[in-house]
């Protein structure tokens, strides 16, 4: 260790005791006060003010009455076990450098039922089970908000902004990063407006789960039965596919090569009994008596439905050889004949409305928001798994140490305890 890194030690030694100081100016801390300054949290607040003594020192005194004031010290779980069992907040586990990750599922409609103070003490208790878990060489968190249970923008934007300030001004340091996931379509135009003023803008990020649907490289439902029950497999159920014609009570379908090479199939009523294919009555359009052709609305069927068949080539109702072909085409628009020349208007695709994708807004020609969304995604998936991973409150309830996990205790099932009689418990 080298002359300067000792000088730089002592120096944030000096500037800790000295926030102790002027905390304890006023009035003694208690023993759970005392605890929670730590070297740890007077080096965070100090950080979190550029290393200035009084503000750091205002600040960690506002954050011990707030404690205070919320009665951290009184929470547990009982008092949240409807949240619980739903899986509004939890931790979802550590990432790969031992970091909790916190995820918020909270729907809209909760705001309208609970209180904002009920909010914020769910907020605070699930933090405290969060910095709970830590091991001793990590000090920060990771949030993970899923923002597809809002309609509203407005209403998550308030529930984003009071979750932020709590983080930024309480817990310091904390926040190694936060992800808005899937927010509604406004939420873009109020973010670009309230992010430069944000003291966590820099480490939030919005994100659209559509970007990850092919990354599936992870297999988390193994370890949970729960949710390994709920997974399609095909292959319990017994295929009932068969190559050729099929049958119903009401048509008959076939697939051949023998007549239209434009739709090598055919569906006609039939009698299934018989199990044949083909038409009941003669019919002027030949052997398909409902095609694909003139079974559907003449006001989008092609002209070759429109026009009866044979009159195409002349207006001749007669069948000439047609050619086979081994792949079903459409039919070729006729060469003008003569001095007349026809004139084929195709119909254009239309240019997609704003109203069909605000991100137009924000583009730009140096393609900046195209850098970012890419330095987002690239951040989200390691954190991918556990916004995917099934909620198990057992296992939430676990991670709670006392006397956050309130009276219920959870006994993990792979524990096994050896049958212990009566006579030997006395």
Not at 273 to 302: C, D, E, M, W, Y
Request: glycine share 4%; with cysteine; proline share 7%.
């Amino acid at each position: 260790m080298g002359k300067k890194e000792v000088q730089d030690q002592k120096v944030n030694y000096e500037r800790a005791e000295a926030v102790l100081k002027l905390l304890t100016k006023k009035s003694p801390l208690s023993v759970k006060q005392e605890k929670f300054c730590g070297r740890g949290c007077v080096d965070r607040f100090l950080r979190s003010k550029g290393d200035n003594v009084k503000k750091a020192a205002k600040q960690l005194r506002a954050c011990l009455s707030w404690r205070e004031s919320i009665g951290i010290d009184n929470l547990t779980a009982d008092e949240f076990s409807a949240e619980l069992a739903e899986g509004v907040a939890y931790v979802a586990g550590h990432d790969d450098e031992s970091r909790p990750v916190v995820v918020f599922r909270i729907k809209q409609d909760y705001q309208k039922f609970h209180s904002q103070k009920l909010f914020t003490r769910l907020l605070v208790f699930t933090l405290e089970v969060a910095v709970a878990t830590m091991s001793k060489n990590v000090e920060q968190f990771v949030l993970l908000f899923d923002a597809s249970f809002f309609r509203s923008a407005s209403a998550f934007m308030n529930l984003l902004l009071t979750t932020l300030k709590i983080v930024a001004e309480y817990y310091p340091g904390r926040l190694y990063k936060a992800f808005v996931i899937d927010p509604p379509s406004l939420f873009a135009y109020l973010w670009k407006g309230v992010r430069p003023f944000l003291e966590l803008s820099t480490v939030t990020m919005v994100v659209s789960s559509l970007d990850f649907e092919e990354s599936l490289e992870f297999d988390d439902f193994a370890a949970y039965p729960r949710a390994s029950s709920l997974r399609f497999d095909p292959s319990s159920i017994r295929s009932t596919a068969k190559v050729g014609s099929c049958s119903s009570s009401r048509f008959a379908f076939t697939v051949s090569h023998h007549f239209d090479s434009l739709k090598p199939w055919y569906l006609s009523f039939t009698d299934t009994s018989a199990t044949k294919v083909g038409p009941t009555s003669p019919s002027p359009l030949g052997p398909a008596l409902i095609s694909p052709l003139n079974a559907r609305s003449l006001s989008f069927a092609s002209p070759a439905a429109r026009a009866p068949r044979g009159s195409i080539n002349g207006g001749s109702r007669d069948f000439g050889p047609m050619r086979k072909s081994l792949f079903p085409s459409t039919p070729l628009p006729q060469r003008s004949t003569g001095s007349e020349s026809v004139k084929i208007n195709h119909p254009r695709t239309p240019r997609p409305s704003f109203l069909q994708s605000p991100a137009m807004f924000f583009r730009n020609k140096d393609c900046h928001v195209s850098i970012k969304a890419d330095k987002s995604r690239e951040s989200f998936i390691p954190f991918l798994r556990f916004y995917r991973r099934p909620y198990d409150e057992m296992i939430y309830r676990s991670k709670m140490r006392p006397p956050l996990g309130g009276l219920i205790s959870i006994v993990s099932p792979h524990i096994k305890r050896r049958h212990v009689s009566v006579s030997q418990r006395f």
